[in-house]
């Protein structure tokens, strides 16, 4: 990410947005000093290269739609309603388009495009210039419904034991059939000592888990050298300095004299692109592509390179584990070694959280627009199922229980005899 473009959006200039790595749907489930955040996804390149579009675009009416329908309704509405409760109001004009576009960007059927009227913009605009406060979870729609992509580590949400897979059925007293992202973001963010109330359903069961938000602190990289031989190095999230942080952590394992490495992405949701990029480079020769944003024709496609850092000892076997908690930048890093026979994945399929957002300016308004998907190197559309590990071993409720950790215990014997 170019420095000035972090700034930019960090400091509230609202011009770039993002190619998700960071996905919107972590940062509205974070919340940020208001209160908010985001997800989804998300793709890479934090909050970068969404520019807000308004000036150039055509809005001159398409003539192959025939509007009839549309203000039939709208005349009817406006002649025939009536208000049934003494407190509400009729729309006014402005509302009633802003619903039309809102319905107009959910007839898609994508949970990432979605249109947000002045008043959220602005308040999703002011939320990107505070600190952190939330709950800390990345959320995302999987197959219609509102699902925990991963906990961030040592988070109130983790804390209160939400896990990957968690599938959100009330926020408060809320129902969630239906709800996007967005929406829940809404519910979910709040001022650091409130609270909030998940009804989540897990493994077929209906569970309440009360959450008391409070500043979240993204917790980055850390590195153990297990007593199998094995380097471990666990990932939990795409910052902006998780390259240099990566770097050190490989100059300890070189010093470790190990050629068995593991990494740990395991309920990582994702972050900046450049870091997922920048960290493939120790693996993947220089020019070797890692990942393709896919316009599918509607512009030029772009294919992010290896930079070809190195610094891999010869000989080293490398292992990923993976879950359902896996999304967006660590699904490009896992995509990426797996297509090029670097590292073999273990554990269980990724989100799949593999595409990109833009923002186009409506008077006021703002519509996230999906214009793109990830692809990894081989091809393959990181939102399609997401990526399937190599060694596929799932993680019980047992496990949990007895505190064990199979997906772990079997990389580590991959790497150790090769089997």
Same mark, same amino acid.
């Given at each position: 990410?170019?420095?000035?473009?972090?700034?930019?959006?960090?400091?509230?200039?609202?011009?770039?947005?993002?190619?998700?790595?960071?996905? +919107?749907?972590?940062?509205?489930?974070?919340?940020?000093?208001?209160?908010?955040?985001?997800?989804?996804?998300?793709?890479?390149?934090?909050?970068?290269? +969404?520019?807000?579009?308004?000036?150039?675009? &055509?809005?001159?009416?398409?003539?192959?739609? &025939?509007?009839?329908?549309?203000?039939?309704?709208?005349?009817?509405?406006?002649?025939?309603?009536?208000?049934?409760?003494?407190?509400?109001?009729?729309?006014?004009?402005?509302?009633?388009?802003?619903?039309?576009?809102?319905?107009?960007?959910?007839?898609?059927?994508?949970?990432?495009?979605?249109?947000?009227?002045?008043?959220?913009?602005?308040?999703?605009?002011?939320?990107?210039?505070?600190?952190?406060?939330?709950?800390?979870?990345?959320?995302?729609?999987?197959?219609?419904?509102?699902?925990?992509?991963?906990? +961030?580590?040592?988070?109130?949400?983790?804390?209160?034991?939400?896990?990957?897979?968690?599938?959100?059925?009330?926020?408060?007293?809320?129902?969630?059939?239906?709800?996007?992202?967005?929406?829940?973001?809404?519910?979910?963010?709040?001022?650091?000592?409130?609270?909030?109330?998940?009804?989540?359903?897990?493994?077929?069961?209906?569970?309440?888990?009360?959450?008391?938000?409070?500043?979240?602190?993204?917790?980055?990289?850390?590195?153990?050298?297990?007593?199998?031989?094995?380097?471990?190095?666990?990932?939990?999230?795409?910052?902006?300095?998780?390259?240099?942080?990566?770097?050190?952590?490989?100059?300890?394992?070189?010093?470790?004299?190990?050629?068995?490495?593991?990494?740990?992405?395991?309920?990582?949701?994702?972050?900046?692109?450049?870091?997922?990029?920048?960290?493939?480079?120790?693996?993947?020769?220089?020019?070797?592509?890692?990942?393709?944003?896919?316009?599918?024709?509607?512009?030029?496609?772009?294919?992010?390179?290896?930079?070809?850092?190195?610094?891999?000892?010869?000989?080293?076997?490398?292992?990923?584990?993976?879950?359902?908690?896996?999304?967006?930048?660590?699904?490009?890093?896992?995509?990426?070694?797996?297509?090029?026979?670097?590292?073999?994945?273990?554990?269980?399929?990724?989100?799949?959280?593999?595409?990109?957002?833009?923002?186009?300016?409506?008077?006021?308004?703002?519509?996230?627009?999906?214009?793109?998907?990830? +692809?990894?190197?081989?091809?393959?559309?990181?939102?399609?199922?997401?990526?399937?590990?190599?060694?596929?071993?799932?993680?019980?409720?047992?496990?949990?229980?007895?505190?064990?950790?199979?997906?772990?215990?079997?990389?580590?014997?991959?790497?150790?005899?090769?089997?």
């Amino acid at each position: 990410m170019n420095p000035s473009e972090e700034t930019n959006v960090l400091s509230g200039s609202f011009t770039k947005l993002a190619k998700l790595g960071v996905s +919107l749907a972590l940062m509205l489930a974070i919340g940020f000093a208001g209160g908010v955040t985001v997800g989804a996804a998300g793709g890479s390149r934090m909050l970068t290269n +969404l520019p807000l579009l308004g000036d150039g675009l &055509d809005a001159t009416p398409d003539a192959s739609a &025939d509007l009839a329908d549309f203000w039939k309704a709208w005349n009817a509405l406006n002649e025939r309603f009536v208000q049934t409760q003494a407190t509400s109001t009729p729309p006014s004009t402005e509302s009633k388009i802003w619903g039309a576009i809102q319905g107009l960007a959910a007839s898609y059927g994508d949970p990432y495009t979605v249109f947000m009227p002045p008043t959220e913009a602005k308040k999703f605009q002011d939320d990107i210039r505070g600190d952190f406060q939330g709950v800390g979870m990345e959320i995302g729609v999987k197959e219609g419904v509102l699902t925990v992509i991963a906990p +961030l580590k040592g988070t109130p949400a983790e804390r209160a034991g939400l896990r990957s897979g968690d599938k959100i059925i009330m926020i408060d007293k809320t129902s969630t059939d239906g709800m996007s992202t967005d929406v829940a973001v809404k519910l979910i963010r709040g001022e650091k000592g409130t609270t909030v109330t998940f009804m989540i359903l897990r493994d077929g069961e209906s569970l309440q888990i009360q959450v008391v938000r409070d500043t979240i602190t993204v917790p980055t990289i850390e590195t153990k050298l297990d007593e199998s031989g094995v380097y471990v190095i666990s990932f939990y999230s795409f910052t902006a300095n998780s390259s240099q942080l990566f770097s050190k952590a490989m100059a300890d394992f070189r010093k470790s004299g190990s050629t068995k490495l593991m990494i740990d992405l395991r309920s990582n949701p994702g972050g900046y692109l450049e870091s997922a990029v920048s960290i493939a480079s120790h693996f993947l020769p220089k020019g070797a592509a890692v990942v393709t944003e896919d316009y599918k024709g509607k512009q030029e496609n772009v294919v992010h390179r290896s930079r070809g850092i190195g610094g891999l000892p010869k000989g080293t076997k490398v292992v990923i584990l993976i879950d359902q908690g896996s999304a967006s930048a660590s699904e490009i890093l896992a995509g990426a070694l797996q297509d090029a026979n670097v590292a073999t994945l273990v554990g269980t399929r990724s989100f799949g959280k593999g595409s990109v957002q833009e923002l186009v300016e409506i008077n006021g308004g703002a519509l996230k627009v999906t214009i793109a998907r990830w +692809l990894t190197p081989a091809g393959q559309s990181i939102s399609d199922g997401g990526l399937s590990p190599d060694i596929e071993v799932p993680y019980t409720k047992e496990d949990r229980e007895a505190k064990a950790d199979p997906q772990k215990a079997r990389g580590i014997q991959f790497l150790t005899t090769g089997k």
